[in-house]
């Protein structure tokens, strides 16, 4: 099967950014006097958006909560976030299928000033064909955002393929009948991945971009 449409997740897949989350998400608990979740706990929600992310996090969490609980994250998170990178490799893998004529598209649970700062900060504007964010449409495992990105591409389900860290982007493919490749160094663990069986797990931002280097081509509308 050859993919012409690659839709990567950000946090966790593009960008080594779990550490930063988790902080933030206890801290922000802290801020609020609600429970502080483990590191684990914290980095399983990473890819949800905050809102769900939040009451995931503390059940008992109120609707005031959840608004306070979004702005004191967004200032943790920003405050630490100019030291978030890139994984290495990944400006060559994006390079390497924009120059091979393959679609790409970020589907993340991150906020719209969220990507956009973050695209801005790498230098990635015009790297992606589209993207969409947890606050524009359905946020995940809800299929909804991968329907609308395959739509105004014009690209069918079996030319498409998500790129993911954890569950919910696995999950989020599966709901919306596209195939999935996981990767094993961001916020889930390789069990977590292969629970949901895709069609491969990557343990590095080198294996993946073997795998995407045969299983893609040129998109042909």
């Not at 449409?5 to 922000?28: C, E, P, R, Y």
């Not at 390079?95 to 790409?104: A, D, I, Q």
């Not at 809800?142 to 690209?155: A, C």
Request: hydrophobic content about 40%.
């Amino acid at each position: 099967m050859k993919y012409s449409l690659v839709i990567f997740d950000w946090d966790g897949t593009l960008m080594d950014s779990t550490h930063n989350i988790v902080v933030a998400i206890q801290k922000t608990c802290a801020d609020l006097n609600l429970p502080i979740p483990s590191a684990q706990q914290a980095s399983w929600v990473i890819g949800l958006s905050i809102y769900e992310a939040a009451q995931k996090i503390v059940p008992e969490i109120t609707p005031e909560q959840i608004s306070e609980f979004a702005e004191r994250y967004k200032f943790h998170y920003f405050s630490i976030g100019p030291d978030i990178k890139l994984f290495t490799g990944i400006p060559e893998l994006l390079e390497n299928l924009k120059n091979r004529g393959v679609l790409t598209a970020v589907a993340t649970g991150k906020s719209r000033y969220g990507l956009d700062i973050a695209l801005k900060q790498f230098g990635l504007e015009s790297n992606f064909d589209t993207t969409r964010t947890a606050d524009q449409t359905a946020g995940k495992p809800d299929p909804l955002m991968l329907y609308e990105i395959m739509e105004e591409l014009l690209v069918k389900p079996e030319q498409a393929i998500m790129i993911g860290d954890t569950s919910h982007d696995l999950l989020m493919a599966r709901n919306a009948g596209i195939h999935a490749i996981g990767v094993s160094y961001g916020a889930h663990n390789r069990r977590e991945l292969d629970e949901l069986q895709p069609n491969h797990v990557a343990e590095s931002v080198s294996e993946l971009s073997r795998l995407l280097s045969i299983y893609t081509q040129k998109h042909v509308y």
